[in-house]
Each structure stands twice: as structure tokens, then as C-alpha cells.
């Protein structure tokens, strides 16, 4: 069983960046599938990106591809969500959800996700 913990959000200027962390409390992510949700509010969850610490495999919602980048650190203890040209629409509670035994058509989906943090703000001013 793993603890997720995000960090890093915050209010930043369109077209500026954050980058967003999701630790791991308590253990590693290895063998984990982990990914990064958003809830905008009176909307629902959005899949934005995920990392299968299996393979380095990776997949991005279309809404943030080549904009928002993916990535862990080699101990596999953290995942980063780099933030790039910062839109208004990206504002919402960012969170980070780890699940084990992902294949990579099921990354996006939330159902296959079973340890999720607290979220963490990120506000895009115009």
C-alpha cells in the first residue's frame, strides 16, 4: 500500500509553468501506474497524464500534449507533472492517483486507480 502526497500548485500567470509533485509516503512507486486528474469546478474529472513506472511508458490527454510533461525520478519514490504555456482552462485541483497492474489502455481511466492524494490547487490568471 503506498501514500500519495501532491505539492506544488499554486497561482501562476497565463503562459507562465508549474511543476506539480506527487510522492509517493511510505514506500515507491515501483510496479505502479501513476497519473494526474483535475476537477474543474462544477466539472468533472478530467484525465490529464499518467506514467507506467513499468516500461517509462506514458500517455497525455489531448487537451495538455505538448504542453504538460510527465516524468519520475530514479529512485521512483516521485512523480513530476512539468506545466508549460499555461492556459486559464488548466485551472482546477490537480490530483495524483496510483494503482497497480495498469495495462496501457486503462491509463486514463479513473476506475483503475486505487490510492489518490488530497489534490493541490492551480489557479491560471488571464
Known amino acids: 500500500q503506498v501514500q500519495v502526497v501532491e505539492s506544488g500548485g499554486g497561482l501562476v500567470q497565463a503562459g507562465g509553468s508549474l511543476r506539480l509533485s506527487c510522492t509517493a509516503s511510505?514506500?515507491?512507486?515501483?510496479?505502479?501506474?501513476v497519473a494526474w486528474f483535475r476537477q474543474a469546478p462544477g466539472k468533472e474529472h478530467e484525465f490529464v497524464a499518467a506514467f507506467r513506472l513499468t516500461g517509462d511508458n506514458t500517455r497525455y490527454s489531448d487537451s495538455v500534449k505538448g504542453r504538460f510533461t510527465i516524468s519520475r525520478d530514479n529512485a521512483k519514490t516521485t512523480v513530476y507533472l512539468q506545466m508549460n504555456s499555461l492556459e486559464t482552462e488548466d485551472t482546477a485541483v490537480y490530483y495524483c492517483?496510483?494503482?497497480?497492474?495498469?495495462?496501457?489502455?486503462?491509463?486514463?481511466?479513473?476506475?483503475?486507480?486505487?490510492?489518490w492524494g488530497k489534490g493541490t490547487q492551480v489557479t491560471v490568471s488571464s
Open positions: 492517483a496510483a494503482g497497480r497492474g495498469l495495462i496501457l489502455s486503462s491509463m486514463a481511466l479513473r476506475s483503475q486507480y486505487t490510492y
Open positions: 511510505g514506500g515507491t512507486f515501483r510496479g505502479y501506474s
